[in-house]
């Protein structure tokens, strides 16, 4: 009986999207800081065929 009421509440709804939305805000920006690490490692392909030629 609770979970139905729980289901069809606006607050609850609103609570879970807040919250799936952050999860995938943070978890963008921990991949676009993957990728800044990966360059600043490895450089980027036109740094290699700079340096190279």
Partial sequence: ME???L???KKF???SFLIAW???LQGHM???QKQDSFK???GTINQNEDGQE
Avoid: E, N, P, S
Wanted: overall charge positive.
């Fill in 30 to 32: 921990m991949w676009l």
């Fill in 22 to 24: 952050a999860a995938g």
């Fill in 3 to 5: 979970a139905r009421k």
């Fill in 13 to 15: 709804w609103l609570a």
């Fill in 7 to 9: 289901l069809k509440d």
């Fill in 40 to 42: 600043q490692k490895f």
